[in-house]
């Protein structure tokens, strides 16, 4: 039973589309993020939800835009697909309960704009 | 505002080899800090995270780091590596509020 599930694995889409990745925990954790790792292995964080309350929103594009409908879910949408969005895209949550306090990742969205 | 830098980008050793990735932050509050490791077109794994108590951390597959508040380093070490061990290895900080920011990455390659 995976912690934190992406979907899809993989998306290769044209440029102008537009296009949305899912991601869902059943850890119970109030916290989820948006992750971008760049094609030199850089992860930077994109946007934060708690609660589903947007608390972190980096310097991101307006095409990017996340939605979370509840707790467990965290979806990110983006409009108008450019050639540097290509990227691999990592949904995780954080928990803060002694036992297994950190961060739990997805497997990652390898998102490919020809 | 904290940060996290590697020191190495790439790191290659010999099979059976120690190794030490190392890792520096900075930060202006007290921090908790992880070492996630990557394996080619996965996911992040924890190997391991420092939040209080004892400066020694162990990890899963035979890894440890070390706190150093002082030096503000939490450099991460294993005795004796493997080829199974190439990978890309990311150290990360939180300070206060939720935000988890990553170093660079570091590539280890272990050669036969």
């Known amino acids: 039973d995976t912690a934190v599930s992406q979907t899809p694995k993989y998306l290769v889409t044209q440029m102008g589309n537009d296009k949305s990745i899912k991601c869902e925990q059943n850890?119970?954790?109030?916290?989820m993020y948006w992750y971008k790792q760049d094609s030199k292995k850089f992860l930077k964080i994109m946007f934060s939800y708690n609660n589903k309350e947007l608390i972190i929103n980096e310097t991101v594009p307006n095409r990017f835009s996340p939605k979370s409908p509840d707790k467990a879910h965290l979806n990110l949408h983006i409009n108008s697909l450019e050639l540097g969005d290509s990227a691999v895209y990592f949904c995780?949550?954080?928990?803060?309960?002694?036992?297994?306090?950190?961060?739990?990742f997805g497997s990652g969205t390898r998102l490919t704009v020809v | 505002a904290q940060s996290v830098t590697q020191l190495d980008s790439q790191v290659p050793v010999f099979e059976e080899a120690p190794v030490e990735l190392r890792c520096n932050y900075s930060s202006s509050v007290s921090v908790y800090l992880f070492w996630y490791v990557q394996y080619p077109n996965q996911g992040l794994q924890l190997l391991l995270k420092?939040?209080?108590?004892?400066?020694l951390v162990k990890g899963i597959n035979g890894f440890e780091a070390e706190f150093n508040k002082s030096q503000t380093s939490f450099h991460l070490r294993k005795p004796s590596v493997h080829i199974s061990d190439t990978a890309e290895y990311f150290c990360?900080?939180?300070?206060?509020?939720?935000?988890?920011?990553f170093g660079e990455g570091t590539q280890l390659t272990v050669n036969p």
């Open positions: 850890l119970g954790h109030d916290t």
């Open positions: 420092y939040l209080s108590g004892s400066t």
């Open positions: 990360a900080v939180k300070g206060s509020g939720s935000r988890l920011t």
């Open positions: 995780a949550s954080f928990g803060a309960d002694q036992a297994n306090y950190g961060y739990t």
